[in-house]
């Protein structure tokens, strides 16, 4: 039985050290923002090259906290891709804004920066929603197109959010994910590029202003302590025994994981590109292969390659059957189906194929000849 990821596989090689980092924190006891979470947010600064990084409890606060600092509410539009996870809406919903969608590039399945600009000329004509944030999505690993993005963001006047959460360890033009916009928010879900054994995420940023509201939103606003409230915050806190166990996992990260990645995802392409749609990698740009999808030629083939799959125990996943402006929860928008045609087809053919840095040629080889077959 292959494994869609394998952290069993991780942490048998990384267990010495995993485990001497947790007895580290079970022998020092300082659980709530111990020596271990200063430490892995200055081990990321450095990766990411940024001035900041302010760690907190899961990918979703990460980017809840920038949209808090930033005031977003009722009547603000928030721009975003429909083919993601809901978390990066939820973010907005819950401050009382309105995400307001544009759709994906059919090569990349990020959000496509001519329908972006669309969407903000829409909204101001429109008149009722204040455009406010653009927050792309670095879909499966793959950077968006930042360049294009910061420049309708600086001619908009609008703030960029950039949600990393699968994106870590990607890079565009030379620099990491976690670098562009405004801020950004990564996830520490275990099954993404970079996982702790539990929830944790991350908000990177350049901006010290910023970076002084989310230390004090992620302890309850805290002022110059816990017990002096200056504006209403949140729990928003890393534990210091998830951060113990990233630190280990973050050096096998950045040594050998990404590479590991991008050499079985080069070999699925290689051995996968004249049977299916294989992913779209564009020049400049290095993905952290969160995901590794693929395309078929229709739903009907989809289930096929699937249960295919499944029957000789390999497992597969879909992100995402359903594009979030046609999930119930966001009934209330308006939007039906056929206003996102990319999303929406790429929602009933894509699937994912076991990807992590452990997986091996020989099951890359199995998989690529179950498809081929
Ligand atoms: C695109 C995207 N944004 C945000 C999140 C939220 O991260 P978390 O699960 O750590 O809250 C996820 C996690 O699945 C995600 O895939």
Redesign the pocket.
């Given at each position: 039985m292959v494994q869609f990821i394998d952290l069993g596989a991780q942490y048998k090689k990384l267990k010495e050290d995993i485990d001497e980092n947790i007895h580290k924190v079970l022998n020092h006891g300082r659980y709530i923002m111990g020596p271990e979470v200063a430490e892995l947010e200055s081990r990321l600064i450095e990766y990411v090259g940024v001035k900041h990084c302010i760690t907190c409890?899961?990918?979703?606060?990460?980017?809840l906290m920038p949209l808090m600092a930033w005031e977003i509410g009722e009547g603000d539009a928030v721009f975003t891709t429909p083919f993601?996870?809901i978390?990066?809406t939820e973010v907005i919903s819950l401050l009382g804004a309105t995400p307001v969608f544009a759709d994906i590039d059919p090569s990349t399945y990020n959000i496509d920066s001519v329908k972006l600009e669309e969407s903000i000329e829409r909204v101001i004509c429109e008149g009722k929603l204040k455009p406010k944030v653009i927050v792309p999505?670095?879909?499966f690993g793959l950077p968006a197109e930042y360049v294009r993005i910061e420049a309708i963001a600086e001619k908009y006047g609008l703030k960029m959010l950039e949600?990393?959460?699968?994106?870590f360890g990607g890079v565009y033009n030379g620099r990491k994910a976690g670098s562009f916009g405004n801020a950004a928010?990564?996830?520490?879900?275990p099954?993404?590029p970079l996982g702790c054994y539990g929830?944790?995420?991350a908000i990177f940023t350049n901006d010290d202003e910023l970076a002084a509201i989310l230390k004090s939103i992620r302890v309850h606003g805290k002022g110059s302590e816990k017990y002096d409230n200056i504006r209403v915050g949140l729990n928003a806190r890393i534990d210091t025994l998830q951060a113990a166990i990233l630190l280990p996992k973050l050096k096998a990260f950045v040594e050998y994981e990404v590479d590991a990645r991008n050499r079985f995802a080069e070999m699925y392409t290689k051995g996968l590109k004249d049977v299916v749609k294989t992913p779209v990698i564009p020049e400049g740009f290095v993905s952290s292969w969160?995901q590794y999808s693929v395309l078929a030629n229709s739903i009907e083939e989809r289930t096929t390659l699937q249960e295919k799959l499944k029957s000789k125990g390999i497992p597969t996943m879909i992100?995402y059957k359903k594009p979030l402006h046609l999930q119930t929860a966001y009934n209330k928008l308006g939007y039906k189906s056929g206003d996102f045609i990319v999303s929406e087809d790429v929602s009933s053919r894509i699937f994912s194929l076991p990807m992590h840095p452990y997986l091996g040629q020989d099951t890359v080889s199995t998989i690529i000849d179950v498809i081929c077959n």
């Open positions: 409890s899961s990918g979703t606060d990460a980017l993601t996870f978390a990066t999505v670095d879909l949600d990393t959460a699968q994106g928010g990564t996830s520490f879900f099954a993404k929830d944790g995420g969160a992100y």
